[in-house]
């Protein structure tokens, strides 16, 4: 009887963020008060599937300045090499390496999924070193004109499968992609 691989299990990294429909996070302005609320994008059950997020320092910083703290339930990593280095309330401030780490934590056999969070040179590095499986936007109807492009300074050709694209009440389309793994790489 042959006997069966086994692959190793790895945790998967997902980016979920919301953008306009020209491609920003924020505004010219820094504002995201155009992200549309009033429908259930998903959040409970996402959540449920993750223990991890991965934040860059823009986005921590700004999430301070409006007066939010991240997840108590999950383990925060903040991505900076200005920040110390450590345990800083809820989060832990990473100064190395972002896609080493990050590919340590994949490796792990334990655990839930990551969300990538956020910051947009963070989402770059990432997606340079293929290690976003999965890609999840809330594409908000609104033309921005400019400000915080979604994938930063990344400029490089992956291909996607699409798995959903569920239109909502207020809107908003929920796309969901995984990414697409060629031999060799």
Not at 5 to 16: D, F, H, N, T
Not at 124 to 142: K, N
Not at 158 to 165: D, P, S
Request: some cysteine; proline content about 4%; hydrophobic content about 45%.
């Amino acid at each position: 009887m042959a006997s069966a691989i086994v692959l190793p299990i790895m945790r998967l990294v997902k980016l979920s963020v919301a953008c306009s429909l020209d491609g920003f996070l924020e505004g010219p302005d820094g504002g995201i008060d155009w992200i549309r609320g009033g429908a259930d994008y998903g959040m409970e059950a996402f959540l449920a599937s993750l223990d991890t997020t991965l934040i860059g320092r823009r986005t921590f910083e700004f999430a301070r300045r409006s007066g939010n703290k991240f997840f108590p339930s999950m383990t925060n990593y903040v991505f900076s090499t200005s920040l110390p280095s450590g345990v800083m309330d809820e989060v832990e401030v990473v100064g190395g390496d972002a896609v080493d780490f990050v590919s340590g934590l994949k490796k792990r056999r334990t655990g839930r999924d990551l969300w990538l969070f956020g910051g947009h040179e963070l989402i770059a590095s990432m997606l340079r070193s293929r290690l976003v499986d999965e890609i999840l936007l809330t594409v908000h109807p609104v033309l921005l004109g400019g400000g915080l492009p979604l994938f930063g300074s990344f400029a490089e050709r992956q291909e996607l499968k699409l798995v959903e694209a569920k239109p909502l009440k207020n809107g908003v389309v929920m796309l969901s992609y995984r990414a697409i793994v060629r031999a060799g790489q």
